[in-house]
């Protein structure tokens, strides 16, 4: 708790960026630091599984790539946002959606088929997808 509030606000990025990936970190610390100026704090506050659902929407709007490939990467990602970015132009995002562990058999079955050679690797890759698989 306090611990980490105080370093929270730390001048070294890399500080705020432990404090960002600390599971122990609360909700409310996570939700400041998703805002953070440094780009490597932002970062790490979106790939921590216990980011607040309502900071999702500020991170993938980040001028930066690595803080919105963080946040769709997280396990904790809203289905809504996983499938939106799964219709992405860029291909790393549907990458980062074809390996998310929570992401929806339905988005991994398109992601199948996608023009994307490592995009398509991973989806078929996925363990859902496997199990899927198995069942027939």
Do not use: Y
């Amino acid at each position: 708790g306090a611990l980490l509030e105080q370093l929270s606000r730390d001048l070294a990025p890399r500080v705020r960026a432990e404090v960002a990936r600390n599971s122990a970190t609360s909700g409310e610390l996570l939700a400041r630091l998703a805002i953070d100026d440094a780009e490597l704090v932002r970062s790490a506050a979106g790939s921590n599984p216990a980011l607040p659902v309502e900071c999702f929407a500020a991170l993938v709007e980040d001028p930066e790539f690595l803080p919105r490939w963080c946040a769709v990467s997280n396990p904790g990602a809203p289905a809504e946002l996983l499938a939106r970015f799964a219709r992405s132009r860029e291909s790393m995002m549907r990458k980062a959606v074809a390996e998310n562990p929570a992401a929806p058999l339905e988005l991994l079955l398109e992601l199948m088929e996608d023009r994307d050679h490592a995009v398509l690797l991973c989806a078929w890759g996925h363990p859902r997808v496997r199990e899927h698989l198995r069942r027939g």
